[in-house]
Nanobody
């Protein structure tokens, strides 16, 4: 079973920085897109940033210029550097990966981490 384990959440003051990391393990053939999403109580989970295996990045407008996503394909990890944090960034952050199980199966399966709390407050 493919597993994603996040780390790096916590409490930070407005204007501060945090770095989230996620490592993917388990029986997969390849990982396509990796990304970060976030969710607050009562709202739908929303995309924060994604990075496909071939490069390039995609960000939500609300985090552009403040957050940076990166991945290490050799280590099967994805990170999210969050700078200039705002109270509205407070949420549970989830790591996501789309993976394939074999060369002959082109279906991409989604996997999620358990979530890590980020709280921005003075």
């Amino acid at each position: 079973q493919v597993q994603l384990v996040e780390s790096g959440g916590g409490l930070v003051q407005p204007g501060g920085s945090l770095r989230l990391s996620c490592v993917v393990s388990g029986p997969f053939y390849s990982i396509n897109v990796m990304g970060w999403y976030r969710q607050v109580p009562g709202k739908e989970r929303e995309l924060v940033a994604t990075v496909p295996s071939g490069g390039g990045t995609n960000y939500a407008d609300s985090v552009k210029g403040r957050f940076t996503i990166s991945r290490d394909n050799a280590k099967n990890t994805v990170s999210l550097q969050m700078n200039s944090l705002k109270p509205e960034d407070t949420a549970v952050y989830y790591c996501n990966a789309g993976y394939r199980t074999s060369w002959g199966n082109t279906h991409v399966y989604p996997a999620w981490g358990q979530g890590t709390q980020v709280t921005v407050s003075s």
